[in-house]
């Protein structure tokens, strides 16, 4: 199944060495933020820092700070405050993977092909970890001198609503009581958008942010900003749906983290639904819809959207 979905992508113009080289280049580049801003030791708290960085610092796709910068390059943004923005959303992230671990959570043991933060340090260490991963965030997207402070509010605003009660958190609230229900597509469709779709979507909002301010009130940046949107809302659930076939058809070891653990703890998946051949069908909508945006934007950011185009079939053509 997973072989076919990667030789049923659509070829990319970016799917080329030098879209590799620059996913390496800001790999490298999210890591070394990432050690600059969550180094492993602290005059505080040594055991904190640890369990803080080795939940932010061992691995990832980094898919979100990719999106950050790939929005970004479409609209010129500022390096310093995308920079800013990348380091941040990938903090969040990672805090949300750590406390979704948790046992009150989804009780995970494996993570990145390696013991879970609350396995290897404790609960109590991971619970704070998370905590501090998540306040560090907005610590990074406030004290760079070189990013505007407009731009800084902005981007607070964005990842602040994304992670709250109407985005990341309660869409994982909506998770928890679902476990053991009957959840119809819609009702999934809107629990995962908010659990994952609305910190891909800000991330994307994010990157344009990072404009400077003249671009943002220009007329054409508010039809960029609704075509991005777009894009979001339909990577972010083509994320998920993937997910869901992997978890259902894949193994622990290639996945690195505990396979089928959707449906021993009977949570609705798209898989449950529609079934893997459905599920699959509807990832590659998806991406369809996710292209279509990206080919309505006014034709100097389309011009600049080759790494938001194979971001988009990387995320529906992945096998872990």
Same mark, same amino acid.
């Given at each position: 199944?997973?072989q076919?979905?990667?030789?049923t992508?659509?070829?990319?113009?970016?799917?080329e060495p030098a879209f590799d080289?620059?996913?390496r280049?800001?790999v490298?580049?999210?890591?070394a933020?990432i050690?600059?801003?969550?180094?492993?030791?602290?005059?505080?708290s040594?055991a904190l820092?640890?369990?803080?960085?080795?939940a932010?610092a061992?691995?990832?796709?980094?898919i979100?700070?990719?999106?950050?910068?790939?929005?970004?390059?479409?609209?010129?943004?500022?390096p310093a405050?995308?920079?800013?923005?990348?380091?941040?959303v990938?903090?969040?992230?990672?805090?949300?993977?750590?406390?979704?671990d948790l046992?009150c959570m989804?009780?995970d043991?494996?993570r990145?092909?390696?013991p879970?933060?609350h396995?290897?340090?404790?609960?109590?260490?991971?619970l704070l970890?998370?905590d501090a991963?998540?306040?560090?965030a907005?610590?990074?997207?406030t004290?760079d001198p070189?990013v505007?402070p407009?731009?800084?509010a902005?981007l607070?605003?964005?990842l %602040?609503? +994304?992670? &709250?009660?109407d985005?990341?958190a309660?869409g994982?609230?909506? *998770?928890?009581?679902?476990t053991?229900?009957v =959840?119809g597509?819609n009702?999934?469709?809107?629990?995962?958008r908010?659990k994952?779709g609305a910190?891909?979507?800000a991330?994307l909002?994010?990157?344009?942010a990072?404009a400077?301010?003249d671009?943002?009130i220009d007329?054409?940046t508010?039809q960029?900003?609704?075509?991005?949107?777009r894009y %979001?809302d +339909?990577i &972010?659930l083509?994320?998920?749906?993937?997910d869901?076939?992997? *978890?259902?058809?894949?193994?622990s070891?290639? =996945?690195?983290k505990?396979?089928?653990?959707?449906?021993q703890q009977g949570?609705?998946?798209?898989?449950t639904?529609?079934?893997?051949?459905r599920?699959?069908a509807?990832?590659?909508?998806?991406?369809s819809e996710a292209?279509s945006?990206?080919?309505?934007l006014?034709p100097?950011?389309?011009?600049?959207a080759?790494?938001l185009?194979?971001l988009a079939?990387r995320?529906?053509s992945?096998?872990h």
């Amino acid at each position: 199944m997973m072989q076919e979905l990667v030789q049923t992508a659509a070829p990319s113009p970016q799917d080329e060495p030098a879209f590799d080289a620059w996913v390496r280049t800001h790999v490298a580049r999210i890591q070394a933020l990432i050690e600059h801003h969550v180094p492993a030791h602290s005059v505080a708290s040594s055991a904190l820092a640890e369990a803080m960085h080795y939940a932010a610092a061992l691995g990832g796709k980094r898919i979100r700070p990719l999106l950050v910068w790939a929005a970004g390059e479409c609209f010129d943004g500022e390096p310093a405050a995308l920079d800013a923005a990348a380091c941040a959303v990938e903090l969040v992230h990672a805090y949300s993977l750590v406390h979704d671990d948790l046992p009150c959570m989804d009780n995970d043991i494996l993570r990145r092909g390696l013991p879970t933060v609350h396995v290897q340090f404790g609960q109590a260490m991971a619970l704070l970890a998370g905590d501090a991963l998540q306040s560090r965030a907005f610590e990074v997207l406030t004290s760079d001198p070189l990013v505007p402070p407009l731009i800084q509010a902005r981007l607070c605003a964005l990842l %602040a609503g +994304a992670i &709250g009660a109407d985005g990341m958190a309660g869409g994982q609230a909506i *998770d928890l009581a679902a476990t053991g229900q009957v =959840l119809g597509t819609n009702a999934l469709t809107n629990m995962h958008r908010r659990k994952t779709g609305a910190l891909f979507k800000a991330s994307l909002l994010m990157g344009l942010a990072c404009a400077n301010p003249d671009v943002l009130i220009d007329p054409v940046t508010a039809q960029c900003e609704q075509l991005l949107r777009r894009y %979001a809302d +339909a990577i &972010g659930l083509a994320f998920q749906v993937v997910d869901d076939v992997l *978890d259902a058809s894949s193994d622990s070891a290639t =996945l690195g983290k505990t396979a089928g653990k959707d449906a021993q703890q009977g949570k609705a998946t798209f898989v449950t639904l529609l079934g893997l051949e459905r599920a699959w069908a509807l990832a590659r909508e998806l991406l369809s819809e996710a292209l279509s945006a990206i080919e309505a934007l006014p034709p100097v950011q389309r011009a600049r959207a080759g790494h938001l185009i194979t971001l988009a079939q990387r995320i529906v053509s992945r096998n872990h």
